[in-house]
């Protein structure tokens, strides 16, 4: 059975959301939906998205526009843009993204109810404005996959702090606080998995697989690094397989600097992970990647 998601992404500010939508296309189990785009500049965004989905042939799955400025007052917007500076976007039109990405999200939840899983893997700003616009028809999600805050242990004192998060306290205290089904992958299982550089031998050789490399290999030389976290594609691949990682239910609160309190509840909404099978899941994201690469 396959599942309907959303990909809610800020690509283009590192190379792991560009691997979670690859890792979307690459999986049997999901219906890419649509690509919902937050924060920031929403065009260079677009010209990556789109890129993708054509080097992969799936310019059939649109791309939208969401939401630029986060919804808490007076904060700037963090903006790194690294994918955008080596890439040739001349056959790319971002105009070829739509606007309206709160809309897309409303209506395709409200035509499949119960169907839906909408993974953020950027700041929580589009599902916040969604859930503020139209809270009955986002109580028909099945489901967030959220890749965002960090669990340390329970209560304030163990709250700890993580870009998503960050970027805009004010959406991530609606969603977290929402009462909407959601699995909360964290930096605690996040930070434990990688693409090495010698891993990029295998998806090399074909446009889609090359450029992938070539953002990823772009990190690398940026960030003086052989290997880089992939913080999204778990929050996605946990709807392919939820063994892969261990949860516990919960209850959060988000504190005014962007830290996420945890509590123990039996009755709460949050599936907050607290493990991850390391290889299995590396395993599936480069055998993936690597067979859609290479088709």
Not at 93 to 106: G, R, T, V
Not at 217 to 227: D, G, N, S, V
Not at 251 to 264: D, T
């Amino acid at each position: 059975m396959t599942t309907r998601l959303i990909l809610d992404t800020d690509i283009g500010s590192d190379v792991d959301d560009a691997w979670a939508l690859a890792l979307c296309i690459a999986s049997v189990e999901i219906c890419l939906h649509g690509v919902t785009l937050v924060h920031a500049n929403l065009d260079v965004r677009a010209r990556v998205a789109l890129k993708m989905l054509k080097l992969a042939g799936r310019s059939d799955v649109p791309v939208y526009k969401g939401i630029s400025k986060p919804l808490t007052p007076d904060l700037p917007c963090h903006w790194a843009g690294f994918e955008g500076t080596e890439t040739d976007f001349s056959d790319i039109d971002e105009s070829h993204a739509k606007d309206n990405a709160i809309d897309f999200i409303l209506e395709t939840v409200d035509k499949y109810p119960g169907e839906v899983v909408i993974a953020p893997i950027g700041p929580l700003t589009n599902v916040a404005a969604a859930i503020e616009r139209a809270p009955d028809t986002m109580r028909k999600l099945k489901r967030l996959a959220i890749m965002g805050s960090t669990y340390q242990g329970e209560g304030p004192d163990c709250a700890g702090a993580e870009h998503n998060i960050r970027c805009d306290p004010v959406a991530a205290k609606i969603v977290l606080e929402s009462g909407i089904p959601t699995t909360l992958v964290g930096l605690n299982v996040t930070g434990q998995v990688v693409i090495k550089r010698q891993d990029l031998a295998n998806i090399k050789n074909t446009p889609f697989g090359d450029y992938l490399a070539a953002m990823t290999e772009q990190i690398y030389k940026l960030w003086h690094i052989e290997a880089t976290y992939m913080h999204d594609p778990l929050a996605v691949a946990t709807q392919i397989d939820a063994s892969l990682v261990s949860t516990r239910k919960m209850s959060a609160c988000v504190l005014e600097e962007g830290k996420v309190a945890f509590r123990a509840d039996e009755a709460g909404s949050l599936d907050v992970c607290v493990d991850v099978d390391v290889s299995r899941f590396e395993e599936l994201l480069l055998s993936r990647v690597a067979a859609l690469s290479n088709r």
